[in-house]
């Protein structure tokens, strides 16, 4: 069975730095989104994407934040300056229509 | 606003007792609801939808309109049944969680 796949497991970065987070949705899927979880706390979305664009966002995805399909597979997460409370697991999801979504396994993101 | 309600924290049964996770949501119009499970160190794995209205892995959810609550319930736990669960509500391209309940079962 098809699976959504996120890299890498576990990403560890300084203050202010960028990072990417990646995911590969399953192949037959049109729409995409990314979740936080901070730890301890609920599932958070972020951002859904279709048809090479933002759909909707959250407050929490501000300026800092982007999001890309480069190519006609991978499904990218970007945090332009990492604070430190950015700290979270990150879940890509992906779904064929505006229902089931299936998630990854998720990125764990520890910014020092 | 859209919103989920899960009271419980953590349920603890035996193996064999029933069980009944809840779930209340807050939303202006015909919700869709979902139940995930998170298995440990396993991603969120979809368990039931009210639309399919099916059940899996012996686990059952009805929506209730009026009390505006989808529980989970399962007549008999297993073991294999301990793990993370999370109602979420479907709104306009996103999911909405509740903050999940931690169910144990023991032996």
């Known amino acids: 069975e098809p699976e959504v796949t996120q890299t890498p497991s576990h990403q560890v970065t300084q203050m202010g730095q960028e990072v990417i987070l990646r995911c590969v949705p399953i192949s037959n899927h049109l729409y995409f989104y990314w979740y936080r979880q901070i730890l301890g706390q609920k599932v958070e979305f972020l951002v859904s994407f279709y048809n090479n664009e933002i759909s909707e966002k959250s407050e929490i995805f501000d300026d800092q934040f982007s999001v890309e399909r480069p190519d006609g597979s991978n499904f990218t997460l970007k945090i332009r300056s990492t604070k430190l409370e950015d700290s979270a697991m990150y879940f890509c999801?992906?779904?064929?229509?505006?229902?089931?979504?299936?998630f990854g396994p998720g990125t764990r993101l520890t910014v020092l | 606003a859209q919103r989920v309600t899960q009271p419980e924290k953590l349920l603890s049964v035996f193996k064999g007792a029933p069980v009944e996770l809840k779930c209340n949501y807050s939303?202006?119009?015909?919700?869709?609801l979902f139940w995930y499970v998170q298995y440990s160190r396993q991603r969120l794995q979809l368990l039931l939808r009210h639309i399919s209205r099916e059940s899996i892995k012996g686990f059952t959810a009805d929506l209730n309109k009026g009390e505006t609550s989808f529980h989970l319930k399962k007549p008999f736990a297993q073991e294999e049944d301990s793990a993370m669960y999370y109602c979420?509500?479907?709104?306009?391209?996103?999911?909405?969680f509740g903050t999940g309940t931690r169910l144990q079962v023991f032996p």
């Open positions: 999801a992906s779904s064929r229509t505006t229902d089931t979504q299936y």
């Open positions: 979420a509500l479907y709104n306009t391209d996103k999911l909405i």
């Open positions: 939303y202006s119009g015909s919700p869709e």
